[in-house]
C-alpha cells in the first residue's frame, strides 16, 4: 500500500515539478517487488455507481505479476 500512495504522489508531484516523472521512472527502475491493494468505482454520466472492483496487485522481478480482482455490478 505505501508503494502505491508512493507512486501516486510521485506522479501528482510531477504534474507541477520538473523531473517528477523521471524520478517516478527512476523509482519503478529499481523496484524488485510491490504490492497493492485497489478499488475502483465506475460512474455513469449521473454520478451513478454502475461497477465497482477491487483487490491486489503484486509483483517480483524478474518477471512475475499478479493481479487478483472481485468485480461487482451496480443495477
Not at 9 to 35: N, Y
Not at 61 to 72: H, I, Q, S, T
Request: aromatic share 8%; hydrophobic share 45%; proline share 1%.
Amino acid at each position: 500500500m505505501r508503494v502505491l500512495i508512493l507512486l501516486c504522489a510521485l506522479a501528482i508531484s510531477g504534474t507541477s515539478h520538473a523531473g517528477g516523472v523521471e524520478r517516478l521512472k527512476a523509482f519503478i527502475a529499481g523496484a524488485r517487488t510491490a504490492e497493492a491493494d485497489f478499488t475502483q468505482t465506475v460512474a455513469d454520466k449521473s454520478g451513478r455507481v454502475t461497477q465497482q472492483a477491487s483487490g491486489k496487485m503484486m509483483f517480483a522481478r524478474p518477471g512475475k505479476f499478479r493481479w487478483d480482482y472481485v468485480a461487482r455490478m451496480n443495477r
